[in-house]
């Protein structure tokens, strides 16, 4: 039986570089989590309270699947204890997921681990997490939608840019 030596592995293919990976967590996902939270919290709409224990519920989630993020980047140590205001944990979550993965080494993050090793690969692990995150974003923007339908125009907001808006110029024809 041959033993695979840890520098010689290639690199996996399927997991995108570390630099999307933190570009995802810290731009996309934490800008929408934070249109969410003003949506329900800050907006100054009424709120039914049977809504705000779901919302609430489906934020807490969120923090969880951060919290674990943070914990699989850490390779299980955790980011101490998060305080319990939702405003304040969520933010302690984000900041510690982020600076968790931000501490990786993005070279070892897209390289499989040996297979005599048999251990798991950094990589996929955190993809999985990564994808966790999105996904209660995704569970979470039915409920907020419910109590204030204005929150799709917001996330939708940012989704078409025109490098080139038309103008009097652009209006004038060529020939």
């Known amino acids: ?3 695979e030596v840890s520098n010689d592995v290639e690199e996996m293919r399927h ?3 570390l630099a999307y990976l933190i570009h995802k967590l810290d731009r996309d996902y934490r800008e ?10 800050e907006s100054g709409r009424e709120i039914n309270p049977e809504s705000l224990k779901e919302i609430e519920k489906g934020f807490r989630g969120l923090c969880s699947a951060l919290e674990h993020l943070g914990r699989a980047a850490r390779r299980g ?3 101490g204890q998060p305080p319990e205001a939702l405003r304040l944990r969520l933010d302690h979550c984000w900041s510690g997921a982020s600076k968790a993965l931000s501490s990786l080494d993005a070279k070892d993050f897209t390289t499989r681990s ?3 090793l048999f251990d798991r690969s950094s990589g996929e ?3 999985g997490c990564l994808t966790l995150v999105g996904d209660k974003l995704r569970r979470l923007v039915p409920l907020v939608a419910a109590v204030n339908p204005d929150v799709y125009e917001m996330l939708l907001a940012k989704l078409v840019v025109q490098e080139h808006p038309v103008n009097e110029q652009t209006l004038k024809p060529i020939a």
């Open 1 to 3: 039986m041959q033993v």
């Open 15 to 17: 997991v995108p570089p």
């Open 32 to 41: 929408r989590a934070d249109k969410l939270y003003w949506a329900v919290y």
């Open 77 to 79: 140590r955790g980011n």
């Open 114 to 116: 040996a297979c005599n």
């Open 125 to 127: 692990t955190l993809l």
